[in-house]
């Protein structure tokens, strides 16, 4: 089983629509969690952090659920350049390491 | 803004070469990592370096060595390059925390032929 586990996509929506990603961890050590988006044959960019108060960043919300061990990702409002793949990162214990899922893609269509 | 820069964009190598990929990041960060990313398989840790001449194995070293002479500098060694090393390459550094997340370079995409 993966450390990190993600549902591959895609997710093809209209704009406008508001489409949710989840994540699941399985260490449950894990101490901190981010969100990232990559473009296609770009670097992964830091999105948002995610708390476990949960937090907002204008049309994006994140969620964590410790006691689950899954992290969300809510997007309102699609918007074209919302298109990408969605990784969702853990940091495993106190080793810095970031650990990655495989990452969602969201294709939004006009 | 943190600037991870990698020195190739495109590399093509033939098989039992050394290659050195380099990795230069300007914002005094500890921490410096080096993932590969292949289809299907996300982003793998190779290895990654909390000091100066520090370093530890990721989840795949394997053909793999590292070097980090200097804070700024982190260099990704593949001793004999072979075709299952093509791939994509990134580097990252972030603060020794981690809780900011990472700041990755731009890629090097390595064709090995």
């Known amino acids: 089983r993966k450390e990190v586990e993600q549902d591959p996509g895609p997710f093809n929506v209209p704009e406008g629509a508001t489409v949710a990603f989840n994540c699941t961890y399985s260490?449950?050590?894990?101490?901190?969690f981010f969100w990232y988006r990559q473009d296609c044959r770009k670097e992964p960019k830091l999105l948002m952090s995610?708390?476990?108060s949960g937090n907002e960043d204008g049309r994006f919300t994140a969620q964590l659920n410790r006691a689950s061990q899954y992290i969300s990702l809510l997007i309102r409002d699609s918007k074209l350049s919302d298109s990408a793949t969605y990784l969702c990162v853990v940091i495993r214990d106190s080793s810095y390491k970031l650990i990655f899922g495989s990452g969602t893609r969201l294709l939004v269509r006009p | 803004d943190v600037k991870v820069t990698q020195s190739s964009r495109y590399l093509v190598k033939r098989t039992g070469e050394k290659v050195f990929l380099e990795c230069v990041q300007d914002?005094?960060?500890?921490?410096m990592f080096w993932y590969r990313q292949d289809p299907g398989l996300g982003l793998r840790l190779i290895y990654f370096s909390y000091d100066v001449k520090m370093k530890e194995k990721g989840d795949i070293p394997e053909g793999y060595s590292v070097s980090r002479e200097k804070k700024e500098r982190f260099s990704l060694i593949l001793e004999s390059a072979s075709t299952n090393q093509t791939s994509m390459y990134l580097c990252?550094?972030?603060?020794?925390?981690?809780?900011?997340?990472?700041?990755f370079g731009s890629g090097t995409r390595l064709t090995v032929v």
């Open positions: 990252a550094s972030s603060l020794w925390t981690g809780s900011y997340g990472y700041t």
């Open positions: 260490n449950s050590a894990s101490q901190s």
């Open positions: 995610v708390y476990s």
């Open positions: 914002m005094d960060h500890e921490n």
